[in-house]
């Protein structure tokens, strides 16, 4: 079953934040999120760990409660670089793969 | 910088017909990944491999079968093409300790069934 992710999608303007959500309904050992441009391959942001701390990249940060079952994305001060598609992928406790979510498109307007 | 290379971005079939979408990667990683992605679907797994010669099935495996005899390869088969089957699909890598490695995804396939 696929996680869940909200919003759907966001419309920005430079230099606002924005949090993207992903809720599944299973115990997870990590979660995964990724950034998919039109037309390019998804790449790799962070990966949260069951246990582990808070990890960022840029301007990109990502919290992971294991007790929900639930991570959030946020993204501060947006950029025009940062539209895109957004996917969580969480892994769970019990499964060998990961199950991305159908993802949270994001528009960045100058 | 890992490298995952599809031998096509677009390709044209037929229904009926045998298609075959052909994966490498340079990293010699040994999880590999084959996922459909549709609007408003996000990505689907449809196969998955933890080593040569072996394959898990994924979420849809329906209509679709894989094929690894070498680590660096792996290859998605539509037995007999339909047109559901149009699509774009991935190929993605990553060490193994699925969950605490990224994967790395190659620029997909555009795959149209006529």
């Known amino acids: 079953q696929q996680p869940v992710q909200s919003p759907q999608a966001v419309i920005l303007r430079e230099g606002e934040d924005a949090v993207i959500n992903c809720s599944s309904s299973?115990?997870?050992?990590?979660v995964h999120w990724y950034r998919q441009k039109h037309g390019e391959a998804p790449v790799f942001l962070m990966i949260l760990l069951k246990g582990g701390e808070q990890k960022g990249h840029e301007k990109i940060s990502a919290s992971f409660n294991e007790k929900k079952q639930q991570s959030s994305l946020y993204l501060t001060a947006s950029q025009l670089s940062y539209s895109g598609t957004y996917f969580c992928g969480p892994r769970p406790v019990r499964d060998d793969k990961i199950i991305f979510g159908k993802g949270t498109r994001l528009h960045i307007l100058p | 910088d890992v490298k995952v290379t599809q031998s096509s971005r677009y390709l044209v079939k037929r229904t009926g017909e045998k298609v075959f979408l052909e994966c490498v990667q340079d990293m010699d990683h040994e999880n590999m990944f084959w996922y459909r992605q549709d609007p408003g679907l996000g990505l689907r797994l449809i196969y998955f491999s933890y080593d040569v010669k072996m394959k898990e099935k994924g979420d849809i495996p329906e209509g679709y079968s894989v094929s690894r005899e070498k680590k660096e390869r792996f290859s998605l088969i539509l037995e007999s093409a339909s047109t559901n089957q149009t699509s774009m699909y991935l190929c993605?890598?990553?060490?193994?300790?699925?969950?605490?490695?990224?994967?790395?995804f190659g620029d997909g396939t555009r795959l149209s069934i006529l």
């Open positions: 993605a890598s990553s060490s193994p300790l699925t969950g605490r490695q990224p994967q790395h």
């Open positions: 299973k115990a997870l050992y990590s």
